[in-house]
């Protein structure tokens, strides 16, 4: 939403990661912060440890391809890379992380700390590159990632994927992407970049602090909301700020869904996973919501945050991503 961030350029997806201590027991969500400029101080005394990726080694036992072409975005072939456990003997679930940058930035590759160490846990992981806002406006992005979760399914076999156990996790505006693909059933979204008629259902959604609702006051005046729905106004096209907003596509058959998100978020107000989270509860859809108090957008790049993230992450995968049937779409 706004372009500040709380831990500013710097620190976001572009540092990379390096691996975080798995744990037998839920590790605590550490204390927070009154607000992002205590946030700030902390990092710059070092009191808050940042996950250190530059350089993420892909372990022996992960295949990692890069650069599969799994359809088109208008002219342009569109992209990602694929992280494969070694030594699997049957098809399993995958992941599609969705890397996040304000649908005006951002990269594939920002996401790969969790596809290595979700390979390494034993899922095909996968992270793919989507048309971004100056490319072309929603519904584009959108498109292209339900695209990949078609191209997933289509090349199921090939890579030892169960096409009935596939999950979406995104970060920021990736989040609001995740939630579009798992929520939204409209055909006009499927888009035509490959594997037609191949359904880009879902078994279950995590969201890192994406927009929930582009029709609240607060998204309305934000520029990049704006600049993403193509530079319309809302009073100019409210039915297109509706398609886009994940909240608007909600039924009682959506997939289970995890949410993060931090309570002192100047960029996507804590508002918009409480009204998701409520959502869910009233639909009586699975869900957890892990609301971190004092901690802000970009939150999972501290160390003890991140600790807590995979655990809950890994509960939930384990739990979702049983042997289900998707429903056609």
Not at 234 to 242: G, H, L, M, Q, W
């Amino acid at each position: 939403m706004a372009e500040k961030t709380l831990l500013t350029a710097g620190i976001l997806w572009v540092m990379g990661f390096a691996s975080t201590v798995g744990a037998s027991e839920a590790p605590p969500i550490p204390p927070g912060y009154p607000n992002e400029a205590a946030v700030m101080a902390a990092i710059a005394l070092r009191q808050i440890k940042l996950i250190d990726a530059k350089d993420i080694v892909v372990p022996a036992d992960v295949e990692e391809k890069l650069g599969v072409e799994y359809g088109r975005g208008g002219s342009h072939p569109l992209l990602l890379d694929l992280y494969m456990p070694q030594g699997r003997v049957k098809a399993g679930p995958v992941i599609l992380f969705i890397h996040g940058g304000a649908w005006k930035g951002g990269k594939r590759g920002d996401m790969k700390f969790y596809c290595v160490k979700f390979a390494e846990k034993g899922f095909v992981t996968a992270t793919a590159s989507y048309r971004l806002t100056q490319e072309a406006p929603f519904p584009a992005a959108v498109e292209d990632v339900k695209c990949a979760v078609r191209w997933l399914r289509a090349n199921a076999a090939a890579y030892q994927i169960d096409p009935n156990r596939i999950a979406v996790s995104g970060n920021s505006a990736g989040g609001h992407l995740a939630l579009m693909v798992g929520y939204s059933d409209d055909p006009s979204l499927e888009g035509a970049g490959g594997n037609p008629g191949v359904s880009s259902r879902v078994c279950a959604v995590v969201d890192f602090y994406g927009p929930t609702d582009l029709t609240t006051e607060y998204a309305r005046k934000q520029n990049l909301v704006t600049d993403f729905l193509g530079g319309k106004t809302y009073e100019e096209a409210p039915e297109v700020y509706k398609q886009a907003s994940p909240m608007c596509h909600l039924t009682k058959d959506d997939p289970p869904t995890l949410i993060f998100q931090g309570t002192i978020d100047s960029l996507v107000p804590v508002a918009q996973a409480d009204a998701l989270a409520a959502k869910l509860e009233e639909l009586g859809i699975d869900h957890v919501y892990e609301r971190y108090e004092g901690w802000p957008h970009a939150m999972d790049v501290a160390e003890a945050v991140n600790r807590r993230c995979v655990y809950q992450m890994e509960q939930f995968f384990t739990k979702h991503l049983e042997r289900r049937q998707p429903a056609t779409r």
